[in-house]
């Protein structure tokens, strides 16, 4: 599990080598590796590695940036939580969709957002 932990972190920080590069055109041509899906008809490795990435996970946060790349309802990004992400739907009236929309001149909008900490 470490070596297949080892290989996935490669892919989620971009190392450029060939069996990164292989699998990204394959398997995520078009989305990254944390976005990625475990596809049809998946190789073994390419499922040993997507398997690693569930574990690889929990331990995860994203660096916010300028939020225009972190998705509100599905990125772990919330520090201070056990999961790090929001468990709950997303309201279908909301328009949110990443952190970038949270983000007004620099402070996150409060108002309407309230974070349980459990």
Not at 105 to 118: A, S
């Amino acid at each position: 599990m470490a070596l297949l932990g080892k290989q996935a972190w490669r892919l989620c920080t971009g190392v450029d080598n060939l069996a990164s590069r292989v699998l990204a055109g394959k398997y995520f041509p078009n989305s990254s590796f944390l976005h990625s899906e475990l596809g049809h008809n998946p190789s073994f490795t390419w499922r040993s590695i997507w398997e690693a990435k569930k574990v690889m996970f929990k331990g995860l946060r994203r660096k916010i940036g300028n939020g225009t790349n972190t998705k509100i309802w599905e990125d772990a990004w919330i520090p201070g939580t056990q999961i790090g992400r929001i468990i709950t739907t997303k309201p279908a009236e909301c328009p949110w969709e990443c952190v970038s929309d949270l983000i007004e001149e620099g402070e996150i909008q409060k108002g309407e957002i309230v974070f349980f900490t459990i």
